[in-house]
């Protein structure tokens, strides 16, 4: 087989890529749904290198010194991923060592603030994201798709490429129809779809923001309200949130079931703890009830002049 190498880079660390060029090129279509701004070249400090391709063995070597061999004959769509996975669990950790923190969150923006919406696997932090981007295309532009870096009270970088349920699409954002064809599935909640917002006619925004405030979404048949967490329970949905990358996931190379033992030390979890304790202190942290209407309606006050939103229902 015929390498090639590249660069994989995120906030100034990289990571050097060694592999096929189809393997480089699924890579480089893929990362942008679990890396935030990720791109390719070689930026900023060397933090690790993963040489990848396909093997009629899986093998997955840690030669120390940041340095990995993966191969596998489980096809390379899998091996891409796995490279990703395994990248991300490098870059999660070189960022913790700088005080920058990975939390599991979509976040919306009007060029100057960020509104932070956390929860769940379902809980509608995309498909909110994205519903407020169409109901404000000239105002609201999705900062992060399902991960974003902090440092401080400021927001960093956040992924530009996200995962919808059909679900979503069929039944709650049907004009999304016209971008995206979802498959007939028996449970269409289930089946993901790849999204990139410029397709279905979104803005994103990039760079430094300051973040005006934590959501934690309540979907389903709640009440429209709008309610500040002031007791442990606003830092422990930060810490699970924090939490979700460094610690569970992605902590296995998945084509081969092998676990990715790169820990972060027990000294960097604490400053990361003091980390939540402070930034709850600096930034509201609220949750928000409804339906996905009353949910965007709700976000969007938080992040502009609750009397924009009267205007647009009114059209």
């Known amino acids: 087989m015929v390498t090639e190498n590249d660069n994989l880079s995120v906030l100034g660390y990289s990571i050097g890529l060694e592999s096929d060029r189809r393997i480089l090129d699924l890579i480089g279509n893929t990362a942008g749904f679990i890396l935030p701004e990720v791109s390719f070249g070689n930026y900023g400090k060397r933090v690790g290198h ?50 920058m923190y990975s939390f599991h969150s979509s976040a919306i923006s009007n060029g100057k603030e960020v509104v932070i919406l956390g929860g769940g696997s379902s809980s509608g932090k995309t498909t909110t994201s994205v519903n407020s981007c169409l109901c404000f295309p000239n105002d609201i532009s999705i900062y992060s798709g399902d991960r974003t870096i ?10 530009k490429k996200f995962h919808m349920r059909v679900g979503s699409i069929a039944y709650e954002m049907p004009e999304l129809q016209n971008y995206i064809i979802p ?22 925004d990039s760079g430094e923001r300051d973040v005006k405030c934590f959501v934690y979404l309540r979907r389903g048949a709640h009440k429209k309200k709008i309610e500040r967490i002031r007791d442990d329970r606003a830092l422990l949905r930060l810490h699970d949130s924090v939490c979700h990358f460094s610690d569970s996931y992605p902590n296995m190379i998945l084509g081969q079931r092998q676990p990715i033992n790169i820990h972060i030390s027990g000294q960097k979890m604490k400053e990361r703890i003091d980390y ?17 209407q009353e949910m965007t309606k709700s976000v969007t006050e938080l992040l502009m002049n609750g009397d924009e939103y009267e205007k647009y229902i009114k059209k």
């Open 50 to 99: 993963i040489k990848v391709f396909p093997s009629e063995k899986d093998v997955f070597s840690d030669l120390g010194d940041g340095r990995y061999v993966l191969e596998g004959g489980y096809g390379i769509n899998q091996l891409a991923m796995d490279s990703i996975m395994l990248s991300s669990r490098i870059l999660e950790k070189s960022l913790v060592d700088d005080g």
């Open 150 to 159: 902090l440092k401080g009270c400021k927001a960093l970088a956040g992924t």
């Open 183 to 204: 498959k007939e599935t028996e449970t269409p909640w289930d089946k993901i779809e790849l999204v990139e917002p410029e397709k279905i006619g979104i803005h994103t």
């Open 276 to 292: 939540i304790s402070s930034l709850f202190k600096e930034i509201p942290v609220l949750t928000v009830s409804g339906d996905l």
